[in-house]
């Protein structure tokens, strides 16, 4: 009973739903009324969401290309030039890098992700972005780019006009900039030429891997696959789980796999806190718990202001007219609260009693770091 009270006259209010947002700060944290606690925090997802098939893989690709038609608004060294010379070679014309004074062309390297079981004809879009000191890629156009992969061989080719999510004007005054003008996109520019094989279910094996390594997870996976095929998967490690494709699916993996994507398994996480000082940005899941602790936190503010006087001497004297600064020095501290939390406090409370004092979204971040290093928070602190 004694409990109880204390919960209420610390934390009044405590509602089913709770939405938290301050500057910088934003969280939801649900307690319906009648559920378990364990299944709204962790609701039963697909396995298609959690886990991969290894051996099936995008694989990244990269060429150095060059981008013409612009407005004056491409590089200005030499890469550039010993480019369009290469270029014309190719096409049977010999020029001199000295006679090319064009600044409408521009080196970029293009990159994309050559998606699993891509097959050749296929597009895929590709990024470009300038290597060197071009100031626009507006209106450019991407002219034929091989792309390998890291073994040195050629998957795609690119090719197409740019798609460049903002733009440049301005002139010797001034000059107005919307979005990033060196980087733009190809949307389908890249033609597949080469297929990588991709080899899941070798020998009857097929091994999922998790998004989130977590070994509650792949047991739990595991069980979810032995209720519906038998004895057929195992967990290897907190990442990998082993499946033996049932006899039925012997000559058809792909079916076996479009049916064990649709199974549904409850997650399990870590108890976590993500703070991000640089932007005030808090996220605390919802198995986070805190012990029995006393928190007091105070605001500090120093203030310094500055101001020109001028010192003019008195009539007739050898004095000279002199400009002094004149500077206040103020200091502010604020009361701190003393908090009472009680062990096995909620993310809820927690935030309702951090919201009560007034507490910002820095606070809050050192509170909890406060909080860490005496031992009270039950959960993993991530700083990023």
Known sequence: MYRTEMKRRIFPGAGILSVVGVVGLFLLTLFPVG????????????????????????????????????????????LALR??????????????????????AAVVTVTC??????????????????????????GGVLLQTPLQAADG???????????VGGFAAGGQGAQVTKNITTTGRVAG???????????????????????????????????????????IAAPVDATRVAVVVPPAFGTNPTQ?????????????????VVVNE????????????????????????????????VSQPQPFSRGETTVTTQTDVSVQEQPGQLLT?????SVNDLVKSMNGVGASPRDIIAILQAIQQAGALHGELVVM
């Open 35 to 78: 559920a378990s606690f364990a299944e709204e925090l962790h609701p039963d997802v697909r396995v298609k969401d959690l886990v991969n098939v290894e051996g099936v893989r995008p694989n990244q690709l990269i060429g150095m290309g060059l981008v013409v038609g612009l407005q004056g608004t491409g590089d200005k060294g030499d």
């Open 83 to 104: 480019m369009m010379q290469n270029m014309a070679r190719q096409f049977g014309v010999a020029v001199d890098t000295k006679a090319i004074k064009s600044k409408n």
């Open 113 to 138: 992700e050559l998606p699993a079981f891509a097959r050749p004809g296929q597009t895929v879009d590709v990024g470009v972005s300038a290597m060197g000191d071009a100031k626009s890629l507006q």
């Open 153 to 163: 061989k050629v998957y795609a080719v690119a090719q197409g006009p740019l798609l």
């Open 189 to 231: 520019g890249a033609i597949v030429e080469r297929d990588v094989p991709m080899a899941f279910a070798e020998g009857g094996r097929i091994t999922l891997l998790l998004r989130n390594p977590d070994f509650t997870t792949a047991q739990r996976v595991a069980e979810a696959l032995n209720r519906q095929y038998g004895n």
């Open 256 to 272: 076996f796999l479009a049916e064990v994507e649709g199974l549904r398994v409850r997650p399990d996480t870590v108890a976590r």
């Open 278 to 309: 640089r932007s005030g940005t808090v996220v605390m899941g919802g198995d986070v718990r805190i012990g029995s602790v006393a928190v007091a936190h105070g605001n500090l503010t120093v203030r310094v202001q500055e101001r020109q006087d």
């Open 341 to 345: 939390l009680p062990a096995a406090t």
